[in-house]
């Protein structure tokens, strides 16, 4: 009996989870071959697409870290092929989860994870004579422009296929005018987490983001968003808003550091420019992701380098600098401190004599015993990861002159007495 109610709860129809996992690693892009290198500007193009779409971020390209990972992309490609799109040559590309994760991390940008909201478009577009419902197979470009905006950035889209029941079930009216519950009602026979009407008239929009259930659009008393666009781009901006709108909802800051480090230290730096100078240079190269000072002692200064390369990689870099001269890597011997683990042991009775006088001696009986000293217990040394050596050879710079100092003091002139004239 249990288990036939169990079997009637589950046909009732509960809500079903309708976030959509989408792929963020898989792009196409269109060579170009007006361009000297189109394979290079092309997997630059695919990498920063990635960058955008795994982060919700499209100002996450600017960022200083990911600008010097993109001339490493080759780094961040897990798979490449060719392609054809339109009768124009592609270049498909597969990139690591792994390591573009791992970049967002080392330039604490956002990770907009995989599962996303499924959002349901009732698009009407209006022109000189009629107004119409974009179905899903529809040869409208406007939606087929949402489409690939949406696809660029992640953001899943599920169109009414424009069967017998979305015709009966709703009318242009209720879509134009914008009753809530009409929309509400005909959307729940899709699994969506959120449903978006869009108003089109030529290159305006005008939308409403319904961010909840179907079931519960026109029932509960939450507030739509909408806004609206102009322009050729309108339908771009309009799916960018959207997409910003979620990621910031659900991206996360993971901190963390990069997968790479290794320690290197300098020698030589005989003043404080030669360590700014230093510190600058290496931050510049395109293997570093970001620097620690782990210590500074006399004119020695050991960095840990966080990196964007392998260590081999990233001391190649170091060592065409002119001013580093390459010297032996070492291993620097850890300080373990040992552990001492206390023993206790039960003293015999012991016989104490009382005090006779203020200035007396306390004497205790003794028995003859060996003491018992704490054992310690030796660990073994941590195994010491090698820290790159190099010396430090500056320039010569001179500290700048007071003008005053420069300046060659004026004659005296003669004293005259006049009056012997």
């Known amino acids: ?47 920063k697409e990635i960058v955008v779409r795994a982060s919700g971020d499209q100002a996450a390209i600017n960022n200083p870290i990911v600008q010097k990972a993109l001339r490493q992309n080759s780094q961040y490609l897990a798979q490449i092929s060719q392609g054809q799109e339109g009768g124009q040559p592609t270049m498909k590309m597969l990139f690591s989860a792994p390591h573009i994760n791992a970049l967002l991390s080392q330039a604490q940008l956002p ?19 009629e107004r119409s419902i974009a179905w899903e197979h529809s040869d409208s470009t406007l939606l087929a422009q949402m489409k690939q905006e949406a696809q660029s950035r992640g953001l899943p889209l599920t169109v009414p296929v424009g069967d017998f029941d979305d015709v009966t079930g709703i009318t242009i009216s209720d879509l134009w005018g914008g009753f809530a519950q009409p929309v509400g009602k005909s959307s729940q026979r899709y699994p969506a ?132 001269i390459p010297l032996p890597a070492i291993v620097e011997p850890a300080i373990v401190e040992p552990e001492i683990v206390e023993t206790t042991t039960v003293a015999p009775d012991v016989a104490v004599v009382p005090d006779t006088g203020a200035q007396s001696d306390l004497s205790v009986a003794l028995p003859s015993a060996e003491q018992v000293l704490p054992a310690v217990i030796e660990q073994m040394p941590a195994a010491q990861e090698p820290i790159l050596m190099f010396e430090w050879q500056g320039g010569q ?25």
């Open 193 to 324: 987490d959120a449903v978006l009407v869009v108003r089109a008239q030529g290159d305006n929009l005008r939308w409403t983001l319904y961010d909840q259930a179907p079931q519960s659009i026109g029932v509960t008393r939450q507030a739509p968003l909408s806004g609206s666009n102009n322009g050729a781009d309108a339908a771009d901006s309009m799916i960018n808003q959207i997409s910003d709108y979620y990621a910031k909802q659900s991206g996360v800051v993971v901190a963390s550091e990069s997968s790479e480090s290794v320690k290197v230290r300098f020698t030589s730096l005989d003043n404080a420019i030669d360590f700014f100078v230093l510190e600058r240079k290496l931050q510049q190269l395109s293997s570093v992701a970001s620097l620690d000072i782990l210590k500074i002692q006399g004119k020695e200064v050991t960095f840990l380098a966080h990196l964007l390369t392998s260590p081999q990689e990233f001391e190649q870099e170091v060592s065409r600098m002119r001013e580093a």
């Open 1 to 47: 009996m249990r288990r036939l109610v169990l079997f009637a709860l589950g046909l009732i129809g509960f809500p079903a989870m309708a976030l959509t996992n989408v792929d963020l690693y898989h792009t196409e892009v269109v060579l170009d071959q007006s361009v000297e290198k189109p394979d290079s500007q092309a997997r630059i193009e695919g990498m």
């Open 111 to 129: 990770i907009w994870p995989a599962q996303r909201a499924n959002v349901l478009v009732w698009l009407v577009e209006e022109t000189q004579s």
């Open 397 to 421: 710079y001179v500290a700048p002159v007071s003008i005053e100092e420069s300046t060659p003091q004026a004659e005296t002139p003669l004293e005259t007495d006049v009056d012997n004239v």
